[in-house]
């Protein structure tokens, strides 16, 4: 069974500078979170969806930060204008409802905003 | 809101030390407990979790033991490996159409062999 896939696995930027990440989760997982971890710290969740629908995005920060996944599967989160405060790496994970509810997390997308 | 502490910053041990490492949380209710692994330039991944009081979690012959007298949550291992080197988060879980989790800062475990 392939794991979570995301990419790009790094990206580089000068601040005011946009950039997408993209996730694909484990095949029939229903449920997919984007996680933000700043170095030396733990996971932070920024959003999470059931199939298509958002059930959290209280920590998503709305001004500059989007994410949507439009067909249930794949998901995309945006940052519209990035700052040196956005440097960190951006994790996905997916769990299903059916099962034990376990999240499984992506390698990761390493932002270094400049 | 909820939160989760780890004292330990780093530990350093020998192989076949004991490990523990220390996790307490603040919540109301019964949360779920979780403890993840997190090996350099990967996710973290899933080791075990409790959800109710008592409750015993294992894998890989690490355990710890759901207390919600003492708000606790502790990692132990009888034996450490060079292998089981690697940052170990405490994390509490609320349920609600998935699992919202709250991570602690982590613990970074080096062994030496």
């Known amino acids: 069974e392939a794991g979570v896939t995301q990419s790009p696995r790094y990206a580089v930027l000068q601040e005011g500078q946009a950039v997408s990440f993209w996730c694909d989760p484990i095949s029939g997982h229903d449920t997919l979170y984007w996680y933000q971890q700043p170095r030396d710290q733990g996971p932070q969740l920024l959003v999470y969806f059931r199939d298509e629908a958002v059930i959290d995005n209280s920590q998503l920060p709305s001004d500059r930060f989007s994410a949507v996944r439009p067909k249930g599967t794949n998901s995309t989160l945006k940052i519209q204008s990035a700052k040196q405060g956005d440097t960190a790496t951006y994790l996905c994970?997916?769990?299903?409802?059916?099962?034990?509810?376990?999240?499984?997390f992506g390698p990761g997308t390493r932002l270094t905003v400049l | 809101g909820d939160s989760v502490t780890q004292t330990e910053g780093q530990v350093a041990l020998s192989e076949e030390d004991f490990l523990t490492i220390h996790c307490n949380y603040s919540?109301?209710?019964?949360?779920?407990l979780f403890w993840y692994v997190q090996y350099p330039g990967e996710g973290p991944q899933f080791l075990f979790r409790a959800s109710r009081d008592k409750e015993k979690g294992s894998s890989r012959g690490f355990e710890a033991t759901y207390d919600k007298g003492t708000t606790s949550f502790h990692l132990r291992k009888a034996s450490v490996q060079e292998s089981d080197s690697a940052v170990y988060y405490c994390a509490l879980g609320r349920s609600n159409m998935g699992y919202k989790l709250t991570f602690g800062t982590g613990t970074s475990l080096l062994v030496d062999p």
């Open positions: 919540a109301s209710g019964y949360p779920a």
């Open positions: 994970a997916s769990s299903s409802t059916g099962g034990a509810l376990e999240q499984y």
